[in-house]
């Protein structure tokens, strides 16, 4: 089993919807968890930090279910420009230091 | 955004050549990091520095070389490489390699095509 694993997508949406997609992970010592979104061609860049059991930040929303081991992202009244794909990166504690696993992304294509 | 800066850009070499990829970063941080992105894959860490110290080497091949003059600049040594090493290269960036909250920010990469 991969440690963080993402649905590939690609999901196709139409503007206005809201879409969420799911993240789950294989370290239950897992301690953060992040959103990153990457345009095509460009590098990641944070979207949402989830420390707790969630986060919301205008029309996004991250939530942790550390039962299920699993982190998802709702997006609300999608737009054109959140087309991109989304990474998702756990944060757990290996040996003396924190590492940074991620997952392959999910491509979200929001449609006109 | 100029946080992280990365040159060059883009590089094309051949198999037998030897370059050097170069990232800065302008935000304080301690930590450096370089990643390996492939198409449809998960970003792979190759190499983390803290406090110019090494913590981190991934398995990777000796023909990758790193360097950390100091807390804001990072280099990858190239040589020998394979065509199977073509891929973007990312550096990020963050306050300390050891805290558990602590969060990671990227520069633009380096697209390597290796032929």
């Known amino acids: 089993r991969k440690e963080v694993e993402q649905d590939p997508g690609p999901f196709n949406v139409p503007e206005g919807a809201t879409v969420a997609f799911n993240c789950t992970y294989s370290?239950?010592?897992?301690?953060?968890f992040f959103w990153y979104r990457q345009d095509c061609r460009k590098e990641p860049k944070l979207l949402m930090s989830?420390?707790?059991?969630?986060n919301e930040d205008g029309r996004f929303t991250a939530q942790l279910n550390r039962a299920s081991q699993y982190i998802s992202l709702l997006i609300r009244d999608s737009k054109l420009s959140d087309s991109a794909t989304y990474l998702c990166?756990?944060?757990?504690?290996?040996?003396?230091?924190?590492?940074?696993?991620w997952g392959a992304g999910t491509k979200l294509i929001i449609k006109p | 955004e100029t946080g992280v800066t990365q040159t060059p850009r883009h590089l094309v070499m051949g198999m037998t050549n030897k370059k050097s990829l170069k990232c800065e970063q302008h935000?304080?941080?301690?930590?450096m990091y370089w990643y390996k992105q492939s198409a449809k894959k998960p970003l792979e860490l190759m190499f983390v520095?803290?406090?110019?110290?090494?913590?981190e080497n991934n398995s990777v091949p000796s023909r990758f070389s790193p360097e950390c003059p100091n807390s804001s600049h990072l280099f990858l040594h190239l040589h020998t490489l394979q065509p199977e090493d073509s891929a973007l290269y990312l550096c990020?960036?963050?306050?300390?390699?050891?805290?558990?909250?602590?969060?990671?920010?990227f520069g633009p990469g380096t697209r390597l095509t290796v032929l």
């Open positions: 370290n239950s010592a897992s301690q953060s």
């Open positions: 989830v420390y707790s059991s969630g």
């Open positions: 990166a756990v944060n757990f504690l290996s040996g003396s230091n924190y590492q940074l696993i």
């Open positions: 990020a960036s963050s306050q300390v390699a050891s805290g558990s909250t602590d969060t990671q920010y």
């Open positions: 520095y803290n406090f110019k110290e090494q913590t």
């Open positions: 935000l304080g941080h301690n930590a």
